[in-house]
């Protein structure tokens, strides 16, 4: 079982920045793959960043490219998500989540642990 806790959301004016963070439990976070997904209301659950198990390699939803960029520190168990650029459309609860096979996924039934989220809300 790993625990994953997301913190660094707020209200930021559009062109700004945040950086999110995922703290993961366990000793075994470096075998996950980890990803970052955001759902906005009335919208499905969208994938926005996934990283491998070493951080290697990375993937990013069409919409967050040239903006975002995953990372991880394995000696940290944690995850982050640098955002830039900030448009209102960015605005969504954002969740971080593990995959226990270590792959690098890209849709949501791939992933076995969630977090709790945390918004993000940029203004116009």
């Known amino acids: 079982q790993v625990r994953l806790v997301e913190s660094g959301g707020g209200l930021v004016q559009a062109g700004g920045s945040l950086r999110l963070s995922c703290a993961a439990s366990?000793?075994?976070?470096?075998?996950?793959?980890m990803g970052w997904f955001r759902q906005a209301p009335g919208k499905e659950r969208e994938l926005v960043a996934a990283?491998?198990?070493?951080?290697?390699?990375?993937f990013y939803g069409d919409s967050v490219k040239g903006r975002f960029t995953i990372s991880r520190d394995n000696a940290k168990n944690t995850v982050y998500l640098q955002m830039n650029s900030l448009k209102p459309e960015d605005t969504a609860v954002y969740y971080c989540?593990?995959?226990?096979?270590?792959?690098?996924?890209?849709?949501?039934?791939?992933?076995?642990?969630w977090g709790q989220g945390t918004q993000v809300t940029v203004s116009s």
């Open positions: 366990g000793r075994t976070f470096s075998s996950y793959g």
């Open positions: 989540a593990a995959d226990r096979l270590g792959r690098l996924s890209t849709t949501s039934y791939q992933y076995d642990y």
């Open positions: 990283i491998s198990r070493s951080g290697a390699t990375t």
